[in-house]
């Protein structure tokens, strides 16, 4: 996404306004501590849609009353702004140069129309239509908001900061790199966006992907569906055999010439013919004493193998009562560990004998043995329970076989009984019949589901979403997007400063939890928070964030929505602490002399100015190759650096604020036209305050802040 940063500023109680302007490429604000160059990235933030009011207390928030950022996106435009008080923000798309936006700001009351401020998560919303990321829905799974889940967050500008913006005490810290992330809902919320901002996925992605995913959890539940649809017909067909069998044994003709898996293929016509049917006896037949042999041969043998189960279970469960009454009793008796012996001597001769000590050592390993039994006494019990639980299952499982068999014989003595009873054989085999239609019909009954067929369909819906799902290709893009950054990592990481046992760098970023690491064939993958000194942590962070940067401008052209837009606060205190700077010009040796530093001040001071050339560097090669100059908007106290090339480091200073802060401490009853006169004064003095039109006394208070527990 093209777009930077024009200008940020304050518009005071007097309508004034108070700003930087800043162009693409590098751009510096400069000034010794406690003037409000930390405010500069505050503000912005604040104005972007944190909830959270982080800027800096003191004659800043005194003297405000807008905040504002103005953005230049590609064909518009965008001014944000907020005050203090209120938590809706402005948003509007103003026409017109820079110069004629800043003269309507000057007449608040008029620009800043009421309808333009939104609440903030309208706002939120606003703005991300200008980047292209407003989206309704980002879950691939809809599954679990039946179980109470709420819907993922979807992609806000809020995950953009993470990647824009590093404080002070973020830029130089091992133990985090990316602003927000002390939040784990934030952290992810940004590592599961970034696909969105690539623009690898769109929202039809997501709908396809809920489709893809709720047809699948309907496949597995029809497929759970088929074992049990399956086992009800099983069960069905196996009971019309039996009771086809019992018409036959008792009519002495069969009842049909169906068997019970055709009747289950064809319920309706086989219940039609069945019920039709006419009873037909034909008492020639031993169809009865057939089947009755044949019963109670089965049930013999099925006796035999449920007794020999008994058989097995007591020997099993004798086995564990044996090894538990063993257990009590060595419980109580004491073991020997050792066998102790004295030194044996010959009663005749008084020789020594070595026979005792020999029969001692056997003893001890018989001792020894017999210990590591006792111990493995619990483990045969454990193995014994197991074996009674299988015992049991197959005991179970082959007695409901033998009380099956026992049914079906006691049915077969029923017929006798009946006839005993003076009940004709056509009552019995019409008994019979008209249970078998009951059997049919309550089957007939049964809610069916058409699981071959809605099987059928489902999958061929799959078949036509999973072709559209993987031309999205996520996965391999994503790991196209890692190499190319750890690609970007080494090329701009070679031209840092890092520590020796750092060189060549090799710094590596995982995507799946945006982890940093230098990977070394010597000390293997080397985390940030163990890399040594400070420096190695900037480089680290700024190696990445360039990265980043550089990755997000060459995939412009693809749909990236990230804009190039990078604030680096104080990055030189890991050699020039920023808090012990407040002379009236940047003086490197009198900083080194309070650290104690000056015998190496001089490669500090080269390893500043290198680090700008890098920055210097970085805008201009990216440019070259993507055709998007980055913006990147460093606070901090370094001046007067010497630059490599023909470029200075003067040209890239947007504001200098050494004897006068980001806004001026009002001199009570003067009149705003006589501080005008003043600035213009001072500017005149000291060119590098040309391009912002304020400056001011020395701050009271500290502006020190803390900026890494912001919140969207």
């Known amino acids: 996404m093209k777009c930077f940063v024009k200008s940020v500023g304050v518009i005071d109680h007097d309508n004034e306004i108070h700003k930087v302007i800043f162009k693409p490429g590098l751009n510096v604000i400069t000034g010794k501590s406690s003037m409000g160059k930390s405010a500069i990235i505050e503000i912005f933030d604040f104005c972007f849609g944190n909830s959270d009011d982080t800027i800096p207390k003191g004659v800043i928030t005194r003297r405000s009353q807008y905040y504002f950022t103005i953005l230049q996106l590609e064909s518009q435009t965008v001014v944000l702004a907020r005050d203090r008080v209120s938590d809706r923000v402005f948003i509007s798309e103003v026409p017109g140069t820079l110069d004629e936006i800043l003269t309507r700001m000057k007449e608040p009351k008029k620009f800043f129309s009421p ?16 980047f292209a990321i407003t989206m309704t829905d980002i879950d691939e799974d809809q599954s679990g908001r039946a179980l109470g889940k709420s819907k993922s967050a979807t992609p806000s500008v809020r995950s953009f900061v993470s990647f824009m913006l590093q404080h002070q005490n973020l830029v130089a810290n091992k133990h985090a790199l990316f602003y ?49 649809t399956k086992d009800a017909k099983e069960k069905f067909i196996k009971r019309v055999d039996e009771l086809l069998a019992e018409y036959k044994s008792a009519a002495g003709t069969p009842l049909t010439a169906l068997t019970g898996a055709q009747i289950a293929a064809s319920l309706k016509s086989s219940l039609e013919k069945i019920s039709n049917a006419n009873v037909r006896i034909d008492s020639q037949t031993d169809d009865y004493a057939v089947q009755k042999k044949e019963l109670e041969q089965r049930r013999s043998n099925q006796t035999l193998v449920v007794r020999q189960l008994n058989d097995q279970l007591s020997a099993v469960r004798s086995s564990i009562s044996f090894t538990e009454d063993f257990a009590k009793n060595i419980s109580k008796t004491p073991l020997p560990e050792y066998a102790e012996i004295k030194e044996a001597h010959c009663p005749f001769c008084d020789s020594p004998s070595q026979h005792i000590e020999h029969e001692a050592n056997k003893l001890t390993d018989a001792i020894g043995w017999m210990n590591k039994e006792l111990r493995t006494s619990s483990y045969a019990r454990e193995s014994f329970r197991e074996e009674e639980g299988r015992i049991l299952s197959k005991h179970k499982e082959e007695k409901e076989k033998l009380l099956d068999i026992q049914a079906k014989i006691t049915q077969l003595d029923k017929q006798v009984d009946d006839l005993k009873k003076k009940k004709t054989v056509d009552e019995i085999a019409l008994r019979v019949k008209h249970r078998i239609e009951i059997v049919i019909e309550d089957y007939a009954s ?42 970007e990592m080494a090329r701009i990481g070679a031209g840092f400063d890092f520590e020796e046992a750092y060189k060549p760098i090799n710094l590596k970023f995982d995507l799946h939890n945006f982890d940093l690491w230098h990977d070394s064939t010597e000390m293997g993958s080397v985390y940030l928070r163990s890399m040594g000194s400070g420096a190695n942590w900037l480089y680290s962070h700024l190696t990445l964030f360039l990265a980043l940067h550089s990755v997000f401008a060459l995939k412009h052209e693809e749909g990236c929505k990230i804009p190039p837009i990078l604030f680096l606060d104080q990055p030189t ?17 009198a900083l080194a002399v309070f650290t104690n530093t000056t015998a190496r001040v001089d490669a500090d001071l080269q390893s500043v100015s290198n680090m700008f050339d890098k920055l210097v560097e970085f805008c201009q090669q990216t440019k070259d190759a993507t055709g998007m100059m980055p913006q990147i908007i460093v606070t901090d106290h370094a001046d007067e650096l010497e630059l490599s090339g023909d470029v ?50 020395d701050l009271a208070g500290d502006l020190a802040e803390d900026t890494t527990g912001g919140s969207a």
């Not at 401020?117 to 703005?127: A, I, N, T, V, Y």
């Not at 690898?200 to 489709?211: I, T």
């Not at 808090?579 to 010009?585: E, R």
């Open 648 to 697: 200075t480091f003067e040209s890239f200073v947007r504001a200098t604020w050494r004897t006068r802060g980001f806004i001026a401490d009002r001199i009570a009853g003067a009149p705003a036209e006589s501080l005008d006169e003043e600035v213009v004064a001072s500017q005149a003095q000291d060119p590098t305050q040309a391009s912002t039109d304020d400056s001011g006394e």
């Open 446 to 487: 049964r809610p069916k589901y058409e699981v071959d067929g809605t099987l059928l369909t489902i999958k061929n819906k799959l078949l036509e979403i999973k072709p559209r799902l993987d031309a999205y290709n996520v996965p391999k893009k994503m790991s196209d997007l890692s190499d190319l950054i750890n690609s």
């Open 180 to 228: 927000r992330f002390d939040e784990k809902e934030k952290r992810e919320q940004v590592i599961d966006h970034l696909k969105i901002f690539m623009n690898f996925v769109d929202q039809d992605y997501f709908w396809l992907s809920q489709e893809y995913n709720a047809l699948k959890a309907d496949q597995r539940k029809l497929e759970a569906q088929i074992p049990k």
């Open 573 to 589: 205190q890991v050699y020039f602490p920023a808090k012990i700077d407040h002379g009236q010009a940047f003086d490197a040796k």
């Open 115 to 130: 309808n333009l401020f939104l609440p903030l998560r309208e706002f939120k919303k606003e703005l991300g239509r200008h």
